[in-house]
């Protein structure tokens, strides 16, 4: 499992054959109820850009090998199971009300067909008429925010899944692509399994989350936030390097994937961690603020981190966007090395978790209210996330090479994925598509791969760069 950008992992060169809902079905959906579950505070934000425009894709998909024949009824009725079985996936928002209220339609009056994509204008290759229609089809102010394709190949298919950012994240692709793949194989065999529940749905997380937002827990977990925020006087994480754009201004985004270590790289680096004690998320923030360090001499690491906020197994299996923002900050050890790092991220990243719990948009709600953190709420945020990658891998069935994507659209910030998956640890970046950009960009994954590599062979990293009093800064 690797993630990319759309114009590198989707590939269509014979005819796509698209799983969409019936016209009746559409029409029903436009009549469903609303629903008295607020939309989460994510989905807000999400919802209140694409509302303003202009309209650019928002869309997160994935592509997986299904080895068996593509046998289309069969495929149409998995697709109408899997819908039907997250309601997240059944979820419309109403662009016009202040509020966005959602509606969900019930799965009594879910149908789909499936028909072949038109002729391509140009050529034989079908990709860019496939990104075409995903960005047409797929939105959260219309029923279905989903869009389905299976791309047939020599004995197999390439099934393709996308949904608004609305209603899915990096692990719901990722959990969207074994269920789907399950699904397929064991109606195709004629076996009726009887699957577990979902763990939770996603109208049962947002009402969750505002219960979080409010009350005795975050009243105690606030303090970490406003501490963690101040620590940074109450500004975003600035970009490391400039990215050849005003700020503020979006230009159109690229995403680009680097391997950081192979196979045999990656089983050393994870035997020095363990021998360490530390975890891989202490292990890559370190490495992270190591990299950055070096290659603009900041002496405090600032970043956001996307955490998943599953919470254990009610979550585990839901599809939807699941995620917080929480601040990772910590001051480079007079001596920077990897021992130092590792350790000083262990403190941010366990405050971090408890952090989490509360919704960032309720804690700085709350600053707001007290007069500080106007400028939390300016800018672009620039962010890390780190994908773990290994369990979903390792369920999914041999030959699936299954790639999570995003489309391009729109930034005037950095986005920073790391990722372990079966065999290697990999690097994706998305960022404004800018010659400057991308060539201190690619200075950085190079810089990022000589911490990495050096510690999987000596266990250790020590900076080649000394660290001076005044000699960076924090921002």
């Given at each position: 499992m690797r993630i990319g950008?759309?114009?590198?992992?989707?590939?269509?060169?014979?005819?796509?054959?698209?799983?969409?809902?019936?016209?009746?079905?559409?029409?029903?959906?436009?009549?469903?109820p609303v629903s008295p579950v607020r939309p989460t505070f994510l989905q807000v934000d999400h919802l209140r850009a694409s509302a303003a425009g202009p309209v650019e894709s928002t869309y997160l998909g994935m592509v997986t090998t299904i080895g068996e024949a593509l046998d289309l009824d069969v495929l149409v009725a998995v697709i109408a199971d899997f819908v039907a079985a997250h309601d997240g996936l059944r979820t419309w928002f109403d662009r016009d009300d202040p509020q966005f209220a959602r509606h969900v339609v019930d799965s009594s009056v879910l149908e789909f067909e499936a028909t072949e994509l038109p002729d391509p204008v140009t050529g034989p290759d079908w990709t860019a008429d496939l990104m075409q229609y995903f960005e047409v089809a797929v939105s959260p102010f219309a029923w279905p925010g989903l869009a389905t394709a299976a791309i047939p190949g020599s004995g197999g298919f390439d099934l393709v899944f996308v949904a608004d950012h609305a209603f899915s994240d990096g692990i719901s692709q990722a959990l969207a692509a074994l269920e789907l793949g399950d699904r397929y194989r064991e109606r195709l065999a004629g076996r009726t399994t009887v699957r577990r529940a979902a763990s939770g749905s996603s109208l049962e997380y947002a009402a969750y989350e505002r219960v979080r937002a409010g009350g005795a827990v975050a009243d105690d977990v606030y303090p970490y936030w406003e501490r963690a925020l101040g620590d940074a006087h109450f500004r975003l994480p600035k970009p490391m390097f400039d990215l050849g754009v005003a700020s503020g201004e979006r230009c159109r985004r690229r995403l680009r994937t680097w391997t950081l270590l192979d196979p045999q790289q990656t089983r050393a680096f994870d035997a020095a961690i363990v021998q360490r004690g530390a975890t891989m998320s202490m292990a890559l923030f370190g490495a992270l603020a190591l990299a950055e360090y070096e290659l603009t001499a900041r002496e405090r690491f600032w970043s956001l981190n996307v955490l998943a906020t599953r919470f254990g197994p009610r979550f585990?299996?839901?599809?939807?966007?699941?995620?917080?923002?929480?601040?990772?900050?910590?001051?480079?050890?007079v001596r920077p090395d990897f021992a130092g790092t590792s350790s000083a991220a262990r403190n941010a990243l366990e405050c971090g978790r408890r952090m989490s719990v509360l919704p960032a948009q309720a804690a700085v709600a709350r600053l707001l209210n007290s007069g500080r953190g106007g400028e939390l709420v300016e800018q672009e945020p620039n962010f890390v996330t780190l994908l773990d990658l290994r369990?979903?891998?390792?369920?999914q069935s041999p030959g699936a090479d299954t790639r999570i994507f995003t489309a391009d659209g729109t930034t005037s910030a950095v986005s920073i994925w790391v990722g372990r998956n079966e065999s290697e640890y990999f690097l994706t970046v998305g960022a404004p598509d800018t010659p400057i950009a991308w060539r201190q960009l690619s200075d950085y994954a190079r810089r990022l791969r000589h911490v990495l590599v050096a510690i999987a062979i000596t266990g250790d990293y020590c900076s080649e760069r000394a660290l001076t009093a005044g000699s960076g800064s924090g921002s």
């Amino acid at each position: 499992m690797r993630i990319g950008g759309v114009k590198d992992v989707l590939r269509a060169r014979s005819r796509p054959i698209v799983v969409t809902p019936t016209a009746e079905s559409i029409r029903a959906a436009r009549r469903a109820p609303v629903s008295p579950v607020r939309p989460t505070f994510l989905q807000v934000d999400h919802l209140r850009a694409s509302a303003a425009g202009p309209v650019e894709s928002t869309y997160l998909g994935m592509v997986t090998t299904i080895g068996e024949a593509l046998d289309l009824d069969v495929l149409v009725a998995v697709i109408a199971d899997f819908v039907a079985a997250h309601d997240g996936l059944r979820t419309w928002f109403d662009r016009d009300d202040p509020q966005f209220a959602r509606h969900v339609v019930d799965s009594s009056v879910l149908e789909f067909e499936a028909t072949e994509l038109p002729d391509p204008v140009t050529g034989p290759d079908w990709t860019a008429d496939l990104m075409q229609y995903f960005e047409v089809a797929v939105s959260p102010f219309a029923w279905p925010g989903l869009a389905t394709a299976a791309i047939p190949g020599s004995g197999g298919f390439d099934l393709v899944f996308v949904a608004d950012h609305a209603f899915s994240d990096g692990i719901s692709q990722a959990l969207a692509a074994l269920e789907l793949g399950d699904r397929y194989r064991e109606r195709l065999a004629g076996r009726t399994t009887v699957r577990r529940a979902a763990s939770g749905s996603s109208l049962e997380y947002a009402a969750y989350e505002r219960v979080r937002a409010g009350g005795a827990v975050a009243d105690d977990v606030y303090p970490y936030w406003e501490r963690a925020l101040g620590d940074a006087h109450f500004r975003l994480p600035k970009p490391m390097f400039d990215l050849g754009v005003a700020s503020g201004e979006r230009c159109r985004r690229r995403l680009r994937t680097w391997t950081l270590l192979d196979p045999q790289q990656t089983r050393a680096f994870d035997a020095a961690i363990v021998q360490r004690g530390a975890t891989m998320s202490m292990a890559l923030f370190g490495a992270l603020a190591l990299a950055e360090y070096e290659l603009t001499a900041r002496e405090r690491f600032w970043s956001l981190n996307v955490l998943a906020t599953r919470f254990g197994p009610r979550f585990a299996t839901t599809q939807g966007w699941l995620c917080n923002f929480v601040p990772v900050s910590f001051t480079i050890p007079v001596r920077p090395d990897f021992a130092g790092t590792s350790s000083a991220a262990r403190n941010a990243l366990e405050c971090g978790r408890r952090m989490s719990v509360l919704p960032a948009q309720a804690a700085v709600a709350r600053l707001l209210n007290s007069g500080r953190g106007g400028e939390l709420v300016e800018q672009e945020p620039n962010f890390v996330t780190l994908l773990d990658l290994r369990q979903p891998a390792a369920a999914q069935s041999p030959g699936a090479d299954t790639r999570i994507f995003t489309a391009d659209g729109t930034t005037s910030a950095v986005s920073i994925w790391v990722g372990r998956n079966e065999s290697e640890y990999f690097l994706t970046v998305g960022a404004p598509d800018t010659p400057i950009a991308w060539r201190q960009l690619s200075d950085y994954a190079r810089r990022l791969r000589h911490v990495l590599v050096a510690i999987a062979i000596t266990g250790d990293y020590c900076s080649e760069r000394a660290l001076t009093a005044g000699s960076g800064s924090g921002s």
